[in-house]
């Protein structure tokens, strides 16, 4: 099983990134603990710069670039975390970035991307409408595609965030994370399995978006059509990169419906007092669901936070 | 000026207390100190145990008890973060809370005491009935009564806080806390002014409850009467205790209005990803107001955040 992505690309990441990325803490909570039935260790990822891990990938991606290719700038189509990364990363090296967002994205995410001074470019709200938006930017400038998960300084930056947890725990027995398309998941297991290849690696996806469990279950990789979950960053399929990742490494995807989800996110908000994301909430829904309680030999077990960012002026939290 | 808590008795407390409270951690935000103007070090007492500072003093209040006292209990009455803090307190050491809540005091606080396994003491929701409730248990049961702030073994817990951000953070020029009962602020005024009696003290309050910045530009103890803030925690007058120090120690008390502070909250909670009360966003407001901006000598002040008790089915933001 040869991976484009290798421990060492992933430490040469971390080196490159270092100057630019948070280091990010690692929190512990005893009421999730009791209610995990272990120890769990929370990698703040909602605190990473633009707060979410994807800085971390974009990061690497922009500065992997030579000079010249740099120079021309940098173009995704992407309206959530990636976006806001690439062009966080972009206007640290200085180059242009160009953003392709569907019409109807929320104007926080816009804005966001703007005040990191990227050019957003508008397009319909479908796949075939933002790859041509793209492509279209793509042969105007001459900027280079950083995709937002299917990429190997993609994954390897992602996977800094492994390295980064096992530096700051011991004896971890697992690592959890979400999973969309798949670039953090495959990262972290390269990172963690290279290091420790006894370290169990699992995956946390929507019931509502769960390509991942059936394609693992398959053996072959599944294709995500009509997502339904309120975890907007989990709403893709595999790539083609990372599904083979995933394949090698992943012991087993844990699915949540959304019920599930907020009821993790609201007790993360209310015991560890952190915000975070829905799709992050997804890993510690898992970590709390009967089906990876069960689960022997894990006494100590990372889960990344992936990310923070949502709207505050309509959080899915009622009076119980 | 001779006062009813010392160092010494801060560093007992923080003896005391070290096996049962968190050594909390502190956090930067770059985005804040954008807006704010200088480095700002948030020491997380929304992440201590029961979400707010006030463990620290209800647990060294606890643990100063002699055994045969400490046997009979003891009482308080408070709807508040205190009534968590004593009830978990008096758990650890195995004796019983008592605790007097006025009839409306919401639903998930009640909740949190009896957790912990306290007795609740309904009341009608004034003072009067607040107090002579708890004198009855007095009298029935042998308790000890714990006040919120007004009592120097409190005090003494609450600046602990300080002695641990002075420990972690270099160079401080200043701290700023919130101030309601003045039990956290008299606390770190000793603290600080004990460690480095050049470190500048401030104090911030809601407008609607501004008794501590009448009082300190009288020169007198003045008492809030109608308070009217959404900040839950700063309703009540200084003490009898508090008073004489904040007069002592502190520079200056900052008012804010209750839209800067739910803009400061959302700040935190969006920027820094940290679930804060709006009690503590009253400090983040203070700092980040035109009135603290404008005062010279401050590069490193450090910000208490007190707590992160709130209920997140009913939260203050809307779209802007």
């Known amino acids: 099983m040869s991976h484009p992505v290798d421990l060492a690309a992933i430490r040469s990441a971390a080196e ?19 209610r995990a039935g272990r120890q769990l260790f929370l990698k703040c990822e909602n605190l990473q710069k633009v707060g979410a891990f ?13 000079d010249d290719v740099a120079a021309r700038g940098v173009v995704t189509h992407s309206s959530g975390n990636h976006a806001q990364a690439l062009a966080l990363a972009a206007r640290l ?29 508008d397009c319909e709200p479908n796949q075939a409408a933002r790859e041509s938006a793209a492509a279209a930017v793509q042969q105007e400038t001459g ?12 994954i390897a930056g992602q996977g800094t965030t492994a390295l980064e947890l096992l530096a700051q725990v011991d ?3 697992g690592i959890i994370t979400p999973v969309g398309g798949g670039g ?4 972290v297991s390269i990172a963690a399995r290279g290091i420790d290849p006894s ?17 693992l279950e398959a053996g072959e990789r ?48 209310e015991r560890a007092k952190l915000v975070i994301e829905p799709s992050a909430a997804v890993a510690v829904a898992a970590v709390l669901s009967a089906e990876f309680r069960e689960l022997q030999g894990l006494e100590r077990v990372g889960v990344v936070l992936s990310g923070g960012n949502l709207d505050l002026a309509r959080l899915p939290f009622a009076d119980p």
């Not at 953090?184 to 990262?187: P, Q, R």
């Not at 370290?199 to 394609?215: C, I």
Request: charged share 25%.
């Open 16 to 34: 490159r990134i270092a100057p630019y990325a948070h280091r990010t803490p690692v929190m512990t909570c005893e009421a999730l603990d009791r």
């Open 93 to 121: 090296r200085g180059i242009p970035a160009h953003i392709v967002m569907p019409r109807g994205a929320p104007a926080v995410k816009r804005r966001a991307v703007l005040d990191y001074g990227a050019r957003v470019i």
């Open 143 to 154: 900027a280079t595609l950083i995709p937002p998960y299917d990429h190997p300084d993609v």
């Open 222 to 269: 599944i294709l995500q059509t009509a997502p339904d979950t309120i975890a907007d960053g989990l709403l893709t399929s595999l790539g083609d990169l990372t599904w083979p990742i995933i394949r090698d490494h992943v012991e087993r995807v844990i699915t949540v419906d959304d019920e599930a989800l907020v009821a993790a996110m609201r007790l993360v908000w």
């Open 54 to 66: 994807k800085f971390r990938g974009a990061c690497n991606a922009v500065l992997r670039l030579a």
């Open 171 to 173: 004896d971890l027995d």
């Open 199 to 215: 370290l169990r690696v699992f995956a946390a996806e929507p019931a509502g978006a769960d390509d991942a469990r059936r394609s």
């Open 184 to 187: 953090l998941l495959s990262g």
